[in-house]
């Protein structure tokens, strides 16, 4: 395989960019079509010798990986309800039970 047959072929129109990659052994090549709008986006969130493939594994690892402070402060609950919860939980804690182990 040459080397000028390896480079990526882009294909631009005006309401959507084709894009097509080529792969090495084991990979699959999928053509997808994007509106302007998500190209530049995508294009946006690229950094210097990424892969647009790799810009969205890299995007969508980063969304499922959340942050457990993004969730604080997210219920809505009146305050009784909220003191309720919470001897809930106070109780549950005292009952629960520990043992002992013992590593040879």
Known sequence: MSKES???????T???KFIYAYAHTHSMVKI???????YEKIKEEKNTGESFS????RLIEEK??????EFAGKWNLPKDEA?????ELQR?????????????
Do not use: D, W
């Open 32 to 38: 997808i079509s994007l509106s302007e709008m998500a």
């Open 64 to 69: 499922k990986k959340k942050n457990i402070l």
């Open 54 to 57: 790799n810009v969205v594994l």
């Open 14 to 16: 005006i309401l959507q």
């Open 83 to 87: 003191e309720k919860i919470k001897k």
């Open 6 to 12: 390896c480079k990526p072929y882009f294909k631009l």
């Open 92 to 104: 549950g804690r005292k009952s629960f039970k520990t043992r002992e182990v013992h590593f040879k």
